[in-house]
C-alpha cells in the first residue's frame, strides 16, 4: 500500500486505533505497540516492524489492518464483520452512521 492508499486521517475513530481484532493481538500486544510508537493503522501500513516488536506478529497485523483497510474503503461491511469479532463490532459504527439506521419500537 502507498500513502495515498491509507485511510484518512477523518477517519480516526476507535476502529482505526484498534489493533485487538488481528488474531494474535491482544491488549498486552496493542499496549506494547503504542510504547512503541504505533498508534493506528496508518502507523502499521507506513512504518516498519520496530525492533522490539515480534517480526511475526507483525505480519499478521500488517495484513489483518490492510485487509480491514480495504474493506473499509469499499464499505464492504459483510468482510469486516468477519474481520472484527463481534465483541467489537461497535468501533463499526462511526464508520458506517451514514449508512445505518436505528428504530426503537415501544410495545405494550
Not at 461491511?77 to 474481520?83: D, E, G, P, Q
Request: charged share 25%.
Amino acid at each position: 500500500m502507498t500513502r495515498e492508499d491509507v485511510v484518512p486521517s477523518e477517519l480516526n475513530t476507535p476502529l482505526f486505533n484498534s489493533f485487538t481484532f488481528v488474531k494474535g493481538i491482544g491488549v498486552k500486544a496493542e499496549t506494547k505497540l503504542r510504547e512503541l510508537g504505533i498508534r493506528c493503522w496508518n502507523d502499521v501500513v507506513l512504518k516498519k516492524c520496530p525492533d522490539l516488536f515480534p517480526k511475526q506478529m507483525w505480519y499478521a497485523l500488517w495484513n489483518g489492518v490492510n485487509s480491514a483497510v480495504e474493506a473499509l474503503k469499499s464499505l464492504d461491511i459483510s468482510k469486516l464483520t468477519t474481520l472484527i469479532p463481534k465483541t467489537q463490532h461497535w468501533k463499526l459504527i462511526p464508520n458506517f452512521l451514514d449508512h445505518i439506521a436505528y428504530l426503537d419500537i415501544e410495545t405494550t
